[in-house]
């Protein structure tokens, strides 16, 4: 079984895509990230991370949940975002979570609308939830969960005013950073925004074992 205390449809659909067992990554990460508490994941690149999270947002969230999102991921590009969607239509089938990935290259003001429809789960580079926030007053007072996936590739593609920026309109709730290494600004954002952290460092020979 992938992880004991996991939503047991949920778990049905790890198994039916091949999840055997966890990663260390997910192992350790999963169950931190349901006790609430801010947590910073570092791990090696294919190794987990970015499931981790969507397994952690599906059993955190469950189910549609009134209109507005409670779970927002902050990722580097729209390729990125494309994937996570994907993630959650084949392990989130048997939930109704509207999860939509938004990002330059579409209209914003039909992407606002999908959003104000109805959205649990919002993905996106920053400057995009930006624009998107300042041009439509994006709702974020439900917010349960704000995560940045693969940070030390956020940080290196996008100005560090946007995330702090983005940061600053989020309200108080979980937050939660993924990263393959912690370089200087990933480190002056968790000193600055986050509340005594979860911290977990996977080395490589941990994944090979």
Do not use: W
């Not at 049905?12 to 006790?35: D, V």
């Not at 290494?181 to 968790?190: C, G, K, L, T, W």
Request: hydrophobic residues 40%; aromatic residues 8%; charged residues 30%.
């Amino acid at each position: 079984m992938f992880l004991k205390k996991l939503d047991e449809q949920l778990l049905i659909a790890l198994e039916q895509e091949g999840f055997e067992k966890p990663t260390p990554i997910q192992k350790q990460s999963i169950g931190k990230m349901k006790s609430g508490r801010d947590g910073l994941f570092i791990a090696p690149e294919k190794s987990g991370k970015t499931s981790a999270i969507v397994i952690a947002v599906i059993q955190q969230l469950k189910e549609a949940f009134e209109d507005v999102p409670r779970a927002l991921i902050v990722v580097e590009d729209r390729a990125k975002a494309d994937a996570i969607k994907e993630q959650f239509d084949l392990l989130g089938g048997h939930t109704d979570l509207r999860v939509f990935p938004v990002y330059q290259g579409e209209n914003i003001l039909k992407q606002r609308d999908r959003v104000y429809a109805g959205c649990d789960v919002l993905i996106g580079p920053a400057k995009f939830l930006n624009e998107l926030y300042s041009n439509s007053g994006m709702n974020l007072n439900r917010l349960k969960m704000y995560i940045i996936d693969d940070a030390q590739a956020v940080f290196k593609h996008e100005i560090t005013s946007q995330i702090d920026r983005l940061t600053t309109n989020v309200p108080e709730c979980q937050r939660i950073i993924f990263t393959t290494e912690m370089n200087v600004r990933i480190q002056d954002y968790v000193d600055y925004y986050m509340i005594a952290p979860e911290i977990v460092e996977i080395e490589a020979e941990e994944e090979d074992q």
